[in-house]
């Protein structure tokens, strides 16, 4: 599968945007979003299983940000809203062949097996 990430971009605090991730391949692997600050570790935001729309988020974004999925465009996105400076980062998207169950994006992490996006810049001023 290849993934193609676009819909960053600068947005002022308080604003919102809307993450798309297009997948060439299968529409039914677990798909979710990273980011990675400056300076700092890739970190989890948000995974969607493949067919029962199951979601997680990390704590940090939960309520803010939703993940949602149209399997029939094979597309993902994440709506982002009320950013903040500290949401400013480089967005990864990212897939994974295994089940929901087995997937490491269910759990909020990646593995070897991961397949990542080219990242998409939100910058967020303040």
């Known amino acids: 599968v290849q993934l193609q990430a676009s819909g960053g971009g600068l947005v002022q605090a308080g604003g919102s945007l809307k993450l798309s991730c297009t997948a060439s391949?299968?529409?039914?692997?677990?798909m979710g979003w990273f980011r990675q600050a400056p300076g700092k570790e890739r970190e989890f935001v948000a995974a969607i299983s493949g067919t029962r729309r199951i979601t997680h988020y990390a704590s940090s974004v939960k309520g803010q940000f939703t993940i949602s999925r149209d399997s029939t465009k094979n597309v993902i996105y994440l709506q982002a809203t009320s950013l903040k400076s500290e949401d400013t980062a480089v967005y990864y998207c990212?897939?994974?062949?295994?089940?929901?169950?087995?997937?490491?994006?269910?759990?909020?992490?990646?593995?070897?097996?991961?397949?990542w996006g080219q990242g998409t810049q939100v910058t967020v001023s303040s």
């Open positions: 391949g299968p529409s039914n692997y677990v």
């Open positions: 990212a897939a994974d062949a295994s089940a929901w169950v087995r997937s490491p994006l269910s759990s909020g992490t990646y593995g070897p097996r991961t397949v």
